[in-house]
């Protein structure tokens, strides 16, 4: 993965590598109830040092905070560039934004703002995005930016005490809407 540059903004969000002083934050943003019930695949809620490991991981993914673009020390969320195959140029973008920050377009925002850099740095053919069926302003966020809805895969992933369906979204050079 090619460093990003120092940030990616655009005048109301900015995306940058997390920094220590961003943990207490980045725990409180995603262990709301939304986030939980979208975003962690286990019943019990995480631990502050299960989501500090999750965002940690070694490997190819991109770890990156949202934060308001007037004070970067505020976190609004967070994005992940993961499952990227250099051999087939084609990766996969995922998202939370914390409860203060909702509503008020920095998931399309933000995801306008990584998708286009995955395209142009990464060179990438295809990005996709997966979400429950049961999360409509996710699938929002993606029709938002120019994803196209592909398809169900149907008891795709254990998620919480049983298995889970996910909507497939893809996105291909030159479908990113402004
Ligand atoms: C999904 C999520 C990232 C959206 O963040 P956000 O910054 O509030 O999103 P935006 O403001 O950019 O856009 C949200 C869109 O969803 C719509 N929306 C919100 N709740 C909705 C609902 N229950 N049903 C339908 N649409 C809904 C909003 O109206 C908006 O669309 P619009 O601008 O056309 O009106 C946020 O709700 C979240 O973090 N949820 C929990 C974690 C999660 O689901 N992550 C994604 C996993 S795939």
């Given amino acids: 993965m090619p460093p990003l540059p120092e940030s990616l903004a655009d005048g109301f969000v900015l995306l940058r590598p997390w920094r220590a002083g961003d943990l207490p934050q980045r725990y409180e ?19 502050r040092a299960e989501v500090d490991e999750a965002f940690a991981r070694p490997g190819d993914d991109l770890n990156l905070a949202i934060a308001d673009a007037a004070r970067p020390d505020r976190i609004w969320g967070a994005m992940s560039v993961y499952d990227l195959s250099d051999a087939q140029h084609r990766a996969a973008i995922g998202y939370w934004v914390a409860p203060w920050a909702r509503g008020r377009g920095v998931a399309t ?21 997966t979400c429950g069926p049961d999360n409509p302003a996710s699938a929002r966020v993606a029709e938002r930016c120019g994803f196209t809805r592909e398809g169900v895969l149907r008891s795709h992933m254990l998620f919480k005490d049983s298995r889970r369906d996910t909507v497939v979204y893809s996105l291909l050079p030159g479908e990113l809407t402004a």
Avoid: I, K, M, N
């Avoid at 943003?29 to 631990?47: I, K, N, Y």
């Avoid at 306008?112 to 995005?129: I, Q, S, V």
């Fill in 29 to 47: 943003g995603f262990a709301d109830e939304l986030c939980q019930r979208h975003s962690w695949p286990r019943v019990e809620p995480p631990t």
């Fill in 109 to 129: 925002r933000s995801l306008r703002l990584l998708a286009g850099w995955t395209f142009a740095a990464l060179g990438l053919e295809r990005l996709e995005l």
